[in-house]
Each structure stands twice: as C-alpha cells, then as structure tokens.
C-alpha cells in the first residue's frame, strides 16, 4: 500500500468518524467501527514509517507519520469518550426506568391489596363467643368492669344466679330455723303448765 493509498483510507476514516452523533442502540457497531478505524490507523502508520524509509532524510518523514498518527487517534479516540458517554446514559436510563417500574407495581399491589381488604371482610359479623372472649381478653380492666356491671358475659350472670341461689337458701334456713324455735316454744310451754290440785277437786 503507497502513502497516497493510506492517506486516502486515512480521510474516510476521519469522515465517518466526525458523522452523525451514534445512538444509543448503534453502541455495539459504533464501538467495533472504531476499533477497526484504530486498526487501519495503525496500519496506515506502519506503511508511511516503511515508505519513509527510503527517502534520503529519514527523520523528518517519520515524524511527520507519527504525528499524522497520534491527530488520527486522537480522534478516535474523542469518539470512544462520546460512545462512553452516550452507553453510561443509557445504563442510567433503564435502571431509572426499572426503579420506576418497581415502584408501580408496588404501588398497584399496595393499591389491590387495599380495595380487597374491605370486601373480604364485609358481611362477615364476629361469632358472640368469640367477640366476648376477645373483648374480656384485650380490654383493660376498667373497661372490663363495666361490661361485668351489665351482665354482658355470661361469666357474670353465672356469678350472679349463684349468688341469689344462695342468698334464697339463706332466707329459707333462717325462716325454717324461726319456725323450729317457735315450735319448740310452744311445746315447752304446755308441758310445763301446773295440774289443777287434787282437794280443789273433790270439794
């Protein structure tokens, strides 16, 4: 390959390189067209380094290669910071786009979870029982004495039906023990009254 061929090469490859700005789904073939611009840059080099050979002042020629070789790379290499560039902002943009989508669904769950509450619960009355339990259960003593006060457990009313059996047995013991001293009273009385005497009656 002549140096008139490598500079040729050379400015096509600068001519894509400063195209259209890539997108972010050409990232993959944007990146493998610069490594093959870099390839050929590198190659254009090595044929200007060799053609530089055999001109009768070698120093300059190279130099000049070498500079033309560092200002090609230099582009490439500005465009592998854009193509950097453009694929962190696309990395940034889905996990955006993925927090917020696990956010939604959070948010419809949360959502769904809310409006079924209610009508899993509704028309579905505590059994009497279990309510009683559960209240003399959980409520503090204070407002547990009321509740006894109303005779709203049947803890209270047994207590209750006791306590009048017993007080019922009471009055009938003490009405019965009345009665036996009356008895007792009275049958002490006549035993104990004095006969008429003996000379009264033959008078």
Do not use: N
Request: proline residues 4%; glycine residues 4%.
């Amino acid at each position: 390959m002549t140096a008139a061929c490598a500079r040729a090469l050379f400015a096509a490859a600068m001519a894509a390189l400063q195209a259209a700005p890539v997108q972010a789904d050409e990232a993959a073939t944007e990146r493998q067209r610069l490594a093959s611009q870099r390839a050929a840059i590198e190659s254009r080099y090595r044929v200007e380094e060799s053609a530089c050979r055999e001109h009768f002042v070698v120093t300059p020629c190279v130099e000049a290669a070498r500079a033309e070789r560092r200002r090609a790379l230099a582009v490439v290499r500005e465009q592998e910071l854009k193509l950097d560039d453009v694929e962190r902002r696309e990395r940034a943009r889905v996990r955006r786009e993925a927090i917020a989508d696990k956010r939604a669904q959070a948010a419809a769950q949360a959502a769904s979870a809310a409006s079924a509450a209610p009508v899993s619960g509704e028309g579905r009355a505590p059994k009497p029982a279990l309510a009683a339990s559960s209240a003399g259960h959980w409520a503090p003593a204070a407002s547990r004495v009321p509740l006894d006060a109303d005779g709203a457990t049947a803890a209270a009313r047994v207590a209750r039906s006791a306590e009048r059996r017993r007080q019922a047995a009471e009055r009938k013991a003490r009405i019965e023990q009345r009665q036996r001293e009356r008895e007792a009273r009275t049958q002490g009385g006549v035993k104990g009254a004095p006969l008429p005497a003996a000379s009264a009656a033959s008078r």
